[in-house]
């Protein structure tokens, strides 16, 4: 059974520095990882999604990810934290083979100080 | 850009009632979602839905749940004898393919007194 841990429930950096919000996974096929953001009183927005194709993924507003299996991580990173940034951010996997099911990390609070 | 819409933002109903929440998909997609979010734990995945049939459901959504698709445009959720353990965020989304991008909703919160 797939499983996703995100090994910070709070991650707090001052503007302008880089972000890492680390996630762990645990899949028994080649999972699809994606990494998704919401903001308070939003939807989840989906930042970025790796499925097999190239290992660093680019998402919107400068995020990406890379996938390392041998690590079995999938760390997101930003250059320079904005303000915006500020959100919940959930690292999330699906079994690539025809699942429907996504499997959520606890989620990570991103705090950015000015 | 098209957008998953769910109604009401907030639900507080009594313990026992029937709550109904409704979303409203993204036109052109085929398969449906539920997950929820109890206060301070994961989101979990309650149900999928396709062609008019659950594809796929936890084992938390047991025989107090229902889901439909009334009308062609709303998905619905329906929690026949709610209970204070039903408080949560309940997120809607929906995909395009079995396998595609879930695009996911801004949530009901239902609170159970």
Known sequence: ?114 | EPEVTQTPSHQVTQMGQEVILRCVPISNHLYFYWYRQILGQKVEFLVSFYNNEISEKSEIFDDQFSVERPDGSNFTLKIRSTKLEDSAMYFCASSEYMEGTQYFGPGTRLTVL
């Not at chain 1, 707090?12 to 520095?17: Q, W």
């Not at chain 1, 645990?26 to 009183?41: E, I, T």
């Not at chain 1, 991580?73 to 951010?89: C, G, I, N, R």
């Open chain 1, 1 to 114: 059974a797939q499983s996703v841990t995100q090994l910070d429930s709070h991650v707090s950096v001052s503007e302008g520095t880089p972000v890492l919000l680390r996630c762990n996974y645990s899949s028994s096929y080649s999972p699809s990882l994606f990494w998704y953001v919401q903001h308070p009183n939003k939807g989840l927005q989906l930042l970025l999604k790796y499925t097999s194709a190239a290992t660093l993924v680019k998402g919107i507003n400068g995020f990406e990810a890379e996938f390392k299996k041998s690590e079995t991580s999938f760390h997101l990173t930003k250059p320079s934290a904005h303000m915006s940034d500020a959100a919940e951010y959930f690292c999330v996997v699906s079994e690539a083979q025809g699942a429907q099911k996504l499997v959520f990390g606890q989620g990570t609070r991103l705090t950015i100080n000015p």
